[in-house]
Each structure stands twice: as structure tokens, then as C-alpha cells.
């Protein structure tokens, strides 16, 4: 474009040849100019995009349009070049062209050139990022095991453009934790950069969901699930070893498993002459309470006491590294004063009632008002006594 300045003496000149010559100067033919640059694009993957070259003046010349960095022509005038089908050029009838990229792919990337085939030739470039969202390698495994004390490492590999940026993270926002050699804690965070997790001397502490979080600035960031399992033998143990309580009452013995891999639990008589593990039924109830993925409470139920129930009670795990077993001894108590429920529940070593009726006397008001677990080890003491 010519400026105010340019114009008023080029008038100028043209007046004074006139007014000299008698004759009109013959007019310079006026070359195709571009009337706004080429825009730069950054696009994701799979969306559609175009580029607009507007020419004034174009004559005969002709527009062609070019993919700088391989040199390829991809489309002169309306008529296409490139064999390919996502490539498309429109034309205003007048002074506007645009390359249309639809299902943009990460080859597009690169430099394009509208171009005038003037001499010497006129162009102008614009440059097209494509950029991609992170992936995760789905043939990665999804997860990893070893025994306690022993080592892990979780490996998550992410592609997108630009390339990913990869952290870890646990489920429920639980501690990540490095230990020393000897299992000391090393470091304890939230969070881990990088492809990979190495844990080592893991403890079952360890076990459960880690998450790896793929993100690049590109939406949608993804993750992948990944579980650890810390394998163990079996660890049990009861409530009370020693439980007492009186004929006719429910007892319920308490017991604690952890295991990993899962385990087989079970409860049995170990005084009886088959030592079965026992059966839910009218006598006996068997529930299990997970608290985690490998710990459990599994308690046992005896309702209304026989003489016969009383003895040695196991609770028992063994999965495939090993079994143990923790016992449980539930004796008689001998309840000698009136007053008391007829339908008492024992928990541990201890009994208490459900129903209590008036009391008899100012001693039996006094001793209904203590501590179950006091009120056994009286009655225990008191029966010691006796036989003295």
C-alpha cells in the first residue's frame, strides 16, 4: 500500500509530464499484494483447521500452496495436488483462499506457504503445531507382587505431544514410602514423578491401588490403575485366650487374621474327636469383618451354652505361604446368686445382662453394679477360695 506521502508526488509527477508533454503517462500494471499475513495455528489432534491467504490483484498470476518443510505442492488455484483426502481449497470468487486440514494427525505439523507465481515469486508462511493428548501403554502389566520385604517397580509409559509429564499417586491419597535397607522409612510423600515407582522392602502397609497420571498441558489428562499385592503367611490372633462364662449364655470369641495371598479361616474344637472346622447352624455363628484388603475380624458365636460347649477353641489360617493358629480356652463360670438375666451375652471374658430384675438384697444391689469383667474375676476368686 502506498503511502499519503508517495501518492501526492507521484499526482504531482503525472500533472508536470502532462502539462510538458501534452500526453498521459502509460500506467505501471499493478502487482498482486497479500492484504494480511498467514496466521500460525496450534491445534489438537483430530479437530479441523484452515489456513486464509487473501490476494489483491492477482491478474493471471495464480495461488499455490505449499508444504515448506517436505516441498510439496499441495494445491494450485482450486485444483488439488496432494492425494489426500483430508486436504481441501475453497475460493471466495474474488480474492480469498484457504487450505482446510480436517482430522488434523501429527504429519500435518509443519510449515505452509501460500505462494504467487510472480518473478520473482511472492509468498507469505504460516506454521500449524499439532498437539496430541496423553496415552498410556495399555500393553504395560497392571500391577505387581512380592513378598514382604522384598521389591516392586511399577513402570507407566505415556505418549502425547508435548510429551507427558508422569506422577504417582495412591488411592485415598495414602503415603508413599521409601524405606532404607532394613526397612527403616526412607521418605514418606504424596506424590512421584516420574516413569517409574520403585518400592523397596515393601510391608503389607504398602499394598493396594497406585494411580499413574499422564497430563501434558493438552485435555484430558488420563491415569491407569495399577495394584500391589505384598504377600505374607498368615498372622492371627484372638481377643482373649482365656474367656469364661455361664451355662446358658452366648459367648462370642473374638479373632484377627491378616493374610496375603487370601486365605482359608476357620474356627475348630481342638478337644473334640474330630477336629472339623465348625459350621454355621442354631449353635454356632461365624461372621467375618474385613477392615482392609488382607485383615479381618472373624468372630465366633456359641449360643446358649452347654456343658459340653466349654474346652478349646482354634481359630485357624493358611494360604499358600504357611498356616497359623492362635486358641482360645472357655471355661464354665458358676453363677451363685439370684437376680441375674436369664438370657445373659458374653464378650471376651466377661457376661452381662440384658434384663435385670429387682435386686434382693443390699450385697446383690451392690455387686449387679460392677464391672462385668470384675464381677468374673470376683466370682473366679470366690469359687478359688472355697475349695481352699
Known amino acids: ?38 496466521e500460525n495455528h496450534t491445534v489438537t489432534q483430530g479437530r479441523d483447521v484452515h489456513f486464509t491467504c487473501v490476494v489483491n490483484h492477482l491478474s493471471n498470476y495464480r495461488v499455490a500452496w505449499i508444504k515448506s518443510d517436505s516441498k510439496a505442492i499441495l494445491a494450485i488455484h482450486t485444483n488439488m495436488v496432494a492425494l489426500n483426502p483430508r486436504l481441501s481449497v475453497t475460493y471466495n470468487n ?84 521409601f524405606r532404607h535397607d532394613g526397612g527403616r522409612e526412607k521418605k514418606v510423600v504424596e506424590s512421584h514423578k516420574g516413569e517409574s515407582l520403585e518400592l523397596f522392602h515393601v510391608q503389607r502397609t504398602d499394598m493396594g ?31 482373649n485366650q482365656l474367656v469364661g462364662a455361664p451355662l446358658g449364655s452366648d459367648v462370642e470369641l473374638q479373632c484377627h487374621i491378616e493374610a496375603s495371598p487370601k486365605a482359608m479361616n476357620s474356627w475348630y474344637r481342638e478337644d473334640s474327636l474330630v477336629s472339623d472346622k465348625l459350621l454355621e447352624n442354631p449353635k454356632f455363628r461365624i461372621a467375618e469383618k ?11 458365636t456359641i449360643k446358649s451354652l452347654a456343658p459340653g460347649d466349654y474346652g478349646t477353641y482354634v481359630c485357624a489360617s493358611v494360604n499358600a505361604l504357611g498356616k497359623m493358629e492362635s486358641q482360645v480356652s472357655l471355661h464354665r463360670l458358676e453363677l451363685s446368686m439370684n437376680g441375674y438375666s436369664d438370657d445373659p451375652m458374653v464378650s471376651g471374658a466377661a457376661w452381662q445382662r440384658n434384663r435385670a430384675r429387682p435386686a434382693a438384697s443390699h450385697a446383690r444391689h451392690y455387686l449387679q453394679h460392677l464391672p462385668p469383667q470384675v464381677y468374673a474375676i470376683l466370682l473366679t476368686t470366690i469359687r478359688y477360695v472355697n475349695t481352699l
Open 290 to 300: 474385613f477392615t482392609n484388603e488382607y485383615s479381618l475380624w472373624m468372630n465366633l
Open 1 to 38: 500500500m502506498l503511502s499519503p506521502s508517495t501518492k501526492a508526488a507521484c499526482w504531482l509527477t503525472t500533472f508536470l509530464s502532462v502539462f510538458v508533454t501534452g500526453e498521459m503517462p502509460i500506467q505501471a500494471e499493478v502487482g498482486p499484494e497479500f492484504l494480511q499475513a498467514l
Open 94 to 177: 474474488h480474492n480469498t483462499w484457504k487450505l482446510h486440514v480436517s482430522n488434523v494427525q501429527a504429519n500435518d505439523s509443519g510449515t505452509y506457504m501460500c505462494q504467487v507465481n510472480t518473478d520473482p515469486m511472492k509468498s507469505q508462511m504460516g506454521h500449524l503445531s499439532v498437539v496430541i493428548p496423553p496415552d498410556i501403554d495399555d500393553s504395560i502389566a497392571e500391577g505387581s507382587s512380592a513378598r514382604e520385604g522384598g521389591s516392586i517397580r511399577l513402570t507407566c509409559t505415556a505418549t502425547g505431544v508435548p510429551p507427558p509429564t508422569v506422577m504417582w499417586r495412591r488411592e485415598h491419597n495414602r503415603p508413599i514410602v
Open 209 to 239: 491401588a497406585y494411580y499413574c497420571i499422564a497430563s501434558n498441558g493438552v485435555p484430558p489428562t488420563v491415569s491407569r490403575r495399577y495394584h500391589v499385592q505384598v504377600h505374607f503367611i498368615p498372622q492371627v490372633k484372638v481377643s
